[in-house]
């Protein structure tokens, strides 16, 4: 039940003053991930007790972000193909069909983006 009520609620609170540049950094930077202000400081944050086990299983982490890297390598690959469709076909280009795509590649990235998240 650590920093928790038994509701679930988080019932501790940790106040920290910045200069106005660092708060307009934090709010941007939530805003671009769609979270709250709270939420991003807290995902940045490392897990208390978590350190220890996170050196006891490396090899799992290491390979558990370069999977993400590989995902993240994918999704610029697939870009660039419709980067080169776009360029190759100006005229002909189907703007609907490439909105489509570009969309396809935001979800993609939204995925991965959840995934690392919830490390």
């Known amino acids: 039940m650590k920093g928790k009520n038994r509701e679930g609620k988080k019932w501790k609170r940790l106040s920290v003053r910045l200069l106005p540049e660092e708060w307009d950094f934090f709010c941007r930077q939530a ?27 490396g090899k799992k982490t290491k390979k558990e972000y370069r999977e993400v890297a590989a995902q993240i ?3 610029g690959n697939n870009l660039n193909q419709v980067a080169r469709w776009v360029n190759t076909y100006k005229p002909a280009a189907d703007a609907a069909r490439v909105i489509v795509l570009l969309a396809g590649v935001r979800d993609e990235m939204r995925r991965i983006r959840e995934m690392i998240m919830k490390e």
């Open 31 to 57: 805003d671009e991930l769609g979270m709250s202000v709270s939420d991003f400081v807290r995902s940045r944050m490392p897990v208390v007790g978590e350190g220890d086990k996170k050196k006891n299983t």
């Open 73 to 75: 390598a994918r999704v």
